[in-house]
């Protein structure tokens, strides 16, 4: 079976590359479809593959900027891109990533990068999993109950607070459709920034949903200017990576091969799905992710593997559904339209 094993010549490894095409093509969908760069669950993936933990972020800051490349165009074409916003959170974001690069340098250089870098994943990937499930059942709880916000029946709305703050400059932004102080995506984007250098993942992971509860950004809105971000923030972290010799190539485009066309289809996807049908599954997701990063921290590295890559197959089969699904329903209701026409 040495024909499934592919060489890295900058890591000096084999790797497993149908395992590199499966992760490629579904976090390009499930990132598409989340409007994340998806590479909270590629740095786990690549280091339960083999990769030592700086070269799985390395690979991944690199992944993750022509990836999201092609989501955000697509999401443009949607209008479900805010660049005023996207531009305005640059400055943190850039500030960020290199404050997180130079702490895993760090942390390489004591030997200790890979254990702790696993479980401030799990404890990220429980923050946000908690905050998710919360934002759900207290929505439910608000519908019940009659209660909307000007977003529809909404569960976290800390951004009702924070939009209070008054610090100069006051921006408004058009297109999220809110006014807020300059300072709280400044500062918003500077934690997800240093999250993003630290863990590799775009920041992704935190700005999503920063971006609807903390931000106050409607969720497709979020989506699109999310992937915005991912995108100026994987380049800049490939850059940073790539002086300090963390970046595998030939993963990288084996990887974007698959990504090309996946996050084509989990764009197309968040065109027919709903605002909280989008969270909920991105909750399981990072569940199972948190899970498998805890298997592989006590050696059970197949397991790990196994539940990594069944979770990212079954999302995206979930995903390709609500596409076909939703664009068959578009196709009935454009011919019932027609036929009441004449």
């Given amino acids: 079976m040495e024909w499934l094993y592919m060489w890295m010549p900058i890591a000096g490894m084999q790797i497993f590359w149908p395992g590199l095409v499966l992760i490629g093509f579904s976090v390009g969908t499930i990132g598409g479809f989340f409007g994340m760069g998806g590479a909270w669950m590629v ?29 955000t165009m697509r ?11 996207g531009v305005v959170m640059l400055a943190g974001t850039m500030v960020g990533i290199e404050i ?8 390489e250089r004591l030997g200790v990068v890979g254990s702790v870098v696993r479980w401030v994943y799990v404890g990220f990937l429980a923050l946000i999993a908690a905050m998710v499930f919360y934002d759900y059942y207290k929505a439910v709880q608000n ?19 924070l939009h209070k703050i008054n610090i100069p400059p006051m921006m408004h932004f058009k297109h999220a459709g809110f006014t807020c102080s300059a300072w709280l995506p400044i500062t918003v984007s500077l934690a997800t920034g240093i999250l993003a250098g630290f863990l590799g993942i775009g920041g992704g992971l935190l ?9 106050g950004t409607p969720t497709h809105i979020a989506v699109g200017t999310d992937l915005f971000e991912v995108m100026i923030s994987g380049l800049y972290g490939a850059f940073t990576y790539a002086i300090k010799g963390r970046i595998e190539l030939v ?13 084509q289809i989990g764009t197309v996807a968040t065109k027919y799905a709903k605002g909280y049908g989008i969270r909920i599954a991105f909750g399981i997701a990072v569940l199972c992710c948190m899970i498998s990063i805890i298997l592989k ?16 197959s079954l999302i995206c089969l979930y995903i390709i559904k609500i596409m076909f699904v939703g664009a068959a329903q578009e196709l009935r209701d454009k011919k019932a339209n027609s036929a009441k026409a004449f």
């Fill in 143 to 161: 519908k019940n109950k009659g209660i909307k916000g000007e977003h529809g029946t909404e569960g976290i709305t800390w951004y009702k607070t």
């Fill in 251 to 263: 993963a990288v485009f084996v990887m974007l091969t698959g990504a090309a066309i996946g996050a």
């Fill in 43 to 71: 740095t786990p993936g690549l280091n339960i593959l083999g990769f030592p933990m700086a070269f799985a972020i390395g690979t991944d800051m690199a992944h993750i900027a022509g990836k999201s490349m092609i989501s």
């Fill in 75 to 85: 999401h443009s074409k949607f209008g479900n891109v805010d660049y005023k916003l």
């Fill in 207 to 215: 700005r999503m949903p920063a971006l609807v509860y903390l931000i």
């Fill in 100 to 107: 997180g690069a130079q702490l895993i340098m760090h942390l």
């Fill in 297 to 312: 921290q006590y050696g059970f590295d197949t397991l790990s593997a196994v539940l990594i890559l069944g979770t990212i």
